[in-house]
């Protein structure tokens, strides 16, 4: 059995628990302010639970609001105002708050799930030693996991910011993106995934080969 090497999984470890910390310690700050009344988590707590939700990828620009600005041009030069639309609800129900969650929560659950992931693969592989198969399944699973989790988490994100858009606003119209833009969600998602499937394969036919190796010594 390989002695555990700690240096062998450094920086990405030290990286790992620096960046778990934190998270962990944001959270208990998050909930501690919801439970005392000066925050919320996902609009839901004590404390004011303003709702606002700015519809993606859209911008909207004009000449004539900037004579409300009180600006004006020099000679020669023009001005063009370039804004998103934002709608908020002051006293928003649960639905609403439920709405207001789901536009956030996927993208953290798969943060978190990511950040398990590579905490198990980074133990193992101090463990086992980097060229194993236990490693090589965990670099297939997190693959996996970072191409069709990047993929649920935008296309419920973006039903949610559509369907909580519609609650606040008169004019019914696809605010979201109920299906997201491939080409703006999957390039980093898919080439990140593709190189851990590949390395997962590299590594599984390695420690195949291995352990043919060792059985005709």
């Not at 953290?108 to 992931?117: E, F, M, R, V």
């Not at 559509?162 to 019914?172: E, H, I, P, V, Y």
């Not at 990140?192 to 060792?214: M, Q």
Request: net charge positive; hydrophobic share 50%.
């Amino acid at each position: 059995m390989s002695t555990p090497d700690r240096k062998l999984t450094e920086p990405l470890a030290t990286v790992l628990y620096v960046f778990g910390g934190l998270v962990l310690a944001l959270a208990v700050v998050t909930a501690i302010f919801a439970i005392a009344g000066s925050g919320s988590i996902g609009g839901f707590g004590h404390g004011p639970a303003l709702v606002c939700v700015t519809q993606p990828r859209t911008g909207y620009s004009g000449d004539n609001w900037a004579a409300q600005l009180h600006i004006a041009a020099r000679p020669g030069t023009s001005i063009s105002v370039n804004g998103t639309l934002q709608a908020c609800a002051s006293h928003p129900s649960m639905y609403q708050r439920a709405l207001y969650t789901l536009t956030e929560l996927p993208g953290w659950l798969l943060w978190a799930g990511i950040l398990l992931l590579l905490w198990w693969l980074v133990r193992t592989a101090s463990r086992t030693g980097p060229f194993t198969l236990p490693v090589g399944a965990g670099m297939r699973r997190l693959g996996w996991l970072i191409i069709i989790g990047s993929l649920a988490a935008a296309s419920a994100q973006g039903a949610a910011v559509d369907a909580l858009l519609n609650t606040l606003l008169r004019a019914q119209n696809a605010f979201g993106d109920v299906i997201p833009n491939f080409l703006t969600v999957l390039p980093v998602p898919l080439l990140a995934g593709a190189a851990l499937l590949t390395f997962a394969r590299i590594i599984h036919r390695g420690a195949a080969i291995d352990e043919e190796i060792r059985a005709t010594v």
